[in-house]
Antibody, heavy 118, light 109 residues
Framework: QVQLVQSGAEVKKPGASVKVSCKAS????????INWVRQATGQGLEWMGW????????GYAQKFQGRVTMTRNTSISTAYMELSSLRSEDTAVYYC???????????WGQGTLVTVSS | EIVLTQSPATLSLSPGERATLSCRAS??????LAWYQQKPGQAPRLLIY???NRATGIPARFSGSGSGTDFTLTISSLEPEDFAVYYC???????????FGQGTKLEIK
């Protein structure tokens, strides 16, 4: 079955960077875009960007341009999301999700809590 | 950027009742509209894709409709496990840029 397994919780200081991984299994990794979505406690879902694992092409929400980088390692079917210049407002659960050619994400990772605190 | 507005923010209903959730887009999104259910501590679950298609394993009581700028998620007869937060999401054709609505909380009356 399709699975996305994310790395564990992180605690970072303001100004630092965080890199979250998302390991895919149960399907051909290069066949579906991986998207990243975050959710602050008690808040809604916020789309961050997408990456095509085959080409490496990316697209980012304007809010995160210049601070986020999405990459992949196809040999281990793993996608990465790195967010730099962290601030307290970046404290959230970060999800990876597999996009389909139609609308919608049919598979999600379990989420990774990133806490930014001095 | 396309903005999705969901209404109502909170919907209070009883099991067995019919729920109607709305999602309005600031400009046409064709049929690239999805609905998700999220329960506390869990990742969202895809319910509906392309406005009206149920995702795999989703019960028939969930249905989606609409096109252009106005979309609706209907739950025909609420089960206890349906009380959760629901989000709509749109995708632009190319490049694939996405936005979410702010969510509707469906609570037990």
């Amino acid at each position: 079955q399709v699975q996305l397994v994310q790395s564990g919780a992180e605690v970072k200081k303001p100004g630092a960077s965080v890199k979250v991984s998302c390991k895919a299994s149960g399907y051909t990794f290069t066949s579906y875009d991986i998207n990243w979505v975050r959710q602050a406690t008690g808040q809604g879902l916020e789309w961050m960007g997408w990456m095509n694992p085959n080409s490496g092409n990316t697209g980012y929400a304007q809010k995160f341009q210049g601070r986020v980088t999405m990459t992949r390692n196809t040999s281990i079917s793993t996608a990465y999301m790195e967010l730099s210049s962290l601030r307290s407002e970046d404290t959230a659960v970060y999800y990876c999700a597999r996009a389909s050619p139609t609308s919608g994400y049919g598979a999600w990772g379990q989420g990774t809590l990133v806490t930014v605190s001095s | 950027e396309i903005v999705l507005t969901q209404s109502p923010a909170t919907l209070s209903l009883s099991p067995g009742e019919r729920a109607t959730l709305s999602c309005r887009a600031s400009q046409s999104v064709s049929s690239y509209l999805a609905w998700y259910q999220q329960k506390p501590g869990q990742a969202p679950r895809l319910l509906i894709y392309d406005a009206s298609n149920r995702a795999t394993g989703i019960p028939a009581r969930f249905s989606g409709s609409g096109s252009g700028t106005d979309f609706t998620l209907t739950i025909s007869s609420l089960e206890p496990e349906d009380f959760a937060v629901y989000y709509c999401q749109q995708r632009s054709n190319w490049p694939p840029l996405y936005t979410f609505g702010q969510g509707t909380k469906l609570e037990i009356k």
